[in-house]
């Protein structure tokens, strides 16, 4: 926390956290022009809050795409503000829902374009080998996720997630796009009825090691509404929060964090 804070105590930091918050996945270039900052002083601002993981970054080609990670900003009002001003704060969200309308459109519009629809960053302290494991291995996943992801994993193999009743019953399927062990996997997300025609939407798992702890970035790209985003946004926190609860303590969640009600 105490990096979160002193990344917030700077007028220019909270500045660039707002513009993404506006309009999230923009460039150094972008960030630039709208701040009328150089690139040098942008660069060490984004330093700092990628430090304390209020900013994550995504390569796309050439471009490396800088992501607002609410996820510091969210523990801080668990911790500092819900359980005083639980009450108050549901009747200014009802507020402040209404007034952010206008916000929602452009976020639905920036969903149907080629940049990440949503991006999730999760520290483990693990190794790249145990993480890869407990995404691909299908009794890992289903003891974290409810379902097995089942693939032999080669670049061009189909995969199933499928559920743990012994039916057999695929609920998502897709193609292996791409298999780098330990450090990437990219593959293809799609209901076994969706429309052959259509793009399915793509996931794309980043481990990075760092010491003793593992950076796990999922990318989730090309989501067909806001609404598939929102749920997309919601079911990702919960399954990455087990698998590292169940990586890190040997044992997932005791009770499943996705019927948690919103």
């Known amino acids: 926390m105490d990096k979160v804070f002193k990344a917030l105590a700077d007028q220019t930091r909270r500045y660039l956290l707002d513009r993404l918050h506006e309009h999230n996945g923009q460039t150094l270039g972008e960030l630039c022009r709208r701040l009328e900052m150089t690139r040098q002083s942008a660069t060490q601002h984004l330093a700092v809050l990628e430090a ?9 080609g050439r471009e490396k795409l800088h992501y607002l990670n609410p996820v510091p900003l969210h523990e801080i009002q668990e911790r500092w503000i819900d359980k005083f001003e639980r009450p108050r704060l549901r009747a200014l969200s009802l507020v402040r829902r209404h007034a952010e309308k206008t916000m929602e459109a452009m976020e639905a519009m920036e969903a149907m374009t080629d940049k990440p629809a949503f991006v999730y960053v999760i520290y483990i302290e693990s190794t790249p080998e145990k993480v890869w494991h407990a995404l691909t291995d299908a009794d890992l996943t289903a003891a974290y996720w409810g379902h097995s ?9 189909p995969w199933e997630h499928q559920r743990t009743d012994g039916s057999g019953t695929a609920d998502v399927v897709g193609t292996v796009v791409e298999s780098s062990p ?3 996997l990219v593959t293809t997300w799609a209901t076994p009825d969706a429309d052959a025609a259509a793009e399915p939407s793509r996931v794309t798992f980043d481990i990075q090691p760092h010491g003793d702890i593992v950076r796990l970035t999922v990318t989730h790209e090309n989501l067909a509404d806001e609404a598939e985003r929102t749920a997309a946004a919601g079911g990702w926190a919960a399954v990455l929060s087990n698998l590292k609860s169940l990586i890190e303590t040997g044992s997932p969640l005791p009770q499943q964090p996705w019927l948690i009600p919103r």
Do not use: H
């Open 52 to 60: 304390a993981n209020l900013v994550s970054t995504v390569r796309r």
């Open 149 to 157: 992801n089942v693939s032999d994993w080669q670049v061009g193999s």
């Open 182 to 184: 330990p450090t990437r």
